[in-house]
């Protein structure tokens, strides 16, 4: 069964700082990874996705690699600002889960002005 | 990537009753998913709805419980019945994956059950 851990559970930067959010999962056989956000009581918004056969995806500010070998994945949040708050989610698509996405934890993140 | 609409956002609801969670979306999707995220926890998958059949509801739940209708290509509905304080929990929509996008959700429906 595929497990998706975060870490750490929760962050908290001053505003302006360069962020590493880490994803591992324990089964490599997946089809893609998806990073999304959430804000409280809110639905999720897609930030990025990197398919089993990339090694990084960019948007902005933001980063995401993936190392499917070794079962992790990291978003790089560059130059963070307050609006960045949010609980950061991971989830991937195994090749035996069909459709479904396996989350993990969240990190929940605070940029503090 | 599509659009899903999704109502109500926000309800209060006494336990015993039943609330009905709606989701459009602006394509037509073969597969709709439902997820519950208990309050401080990551979602977790009901159901899978494809339209024309039976939704399949993953282990722990239950189609008494979660009743799941997909008339159409664009739609789908979630009830929660017989709600109790447990139900409490965002509910959230999703539909099949859009490539080089990925998934998309809806907006989410916060439940409070008192």
């Known amino acids: 069964k595929q497990e998706v851990t975060q870490i750490p559970a929760a962050l908290s930067v001053p505003e302006g700082e360069n962020l590493v959010l880490n994803c591992s999962f324990t089964d490599s056989a997946i089809y893609n990874l998806q990073w999304f956000r959430q804000d409280p009581g809110k639905g999720l918004t897609s930030l990025l996705l990197i398919q089993s056969s990339q090694r990084e995806q960019t948007s902005g500010r933001l980063n995401a690699s993936l190392d499917k070998s070794s079962g992790r994945s990291t978003l790089y949040i560059a130059a963070s600002q307050p609006g960045d708050s949010a609980t950061y989610l991971c989830a991937v698509v195994g090749e035996t889960s069909g459709s479904r996405l396996t989350f993990g934890e969240g990190t929940q993140l605070t940029v503090n002005p | 990537s599509a659009v899903i609409s999704q109502k109500p956002s926000r309800d209060i609801c006494q336990r015993g009753t039943s609330l009905t969670i709606q989701c459009q979306v602006d394509?037509?999707?073969?597969?709709m998913f439902w997820y519950r995220q208990q309050p401080g926890q990551s979602l977790t998958l009901i159901a899978t709805a494809n339209q024309g059949s039976e939704a399949t509801y993953e282990s722990g739940f239950v189609i008494d419980k979660f009743p799941i209708s997909r008339p159409n290509l664009t739609f789908s509905t979630l009830t929660v019945s017989n709600m109790s304080p447990e139900d409490s929990s965002i509910y959230l929509c999703s539909i099949e994956p859009i490539r080089d996008y990925g998934y998309t959700f809806g907006s989410g429906t916060r439940l409070t059950v008192v």
């Open positions: 394509s037509q999707v073969t597969m």
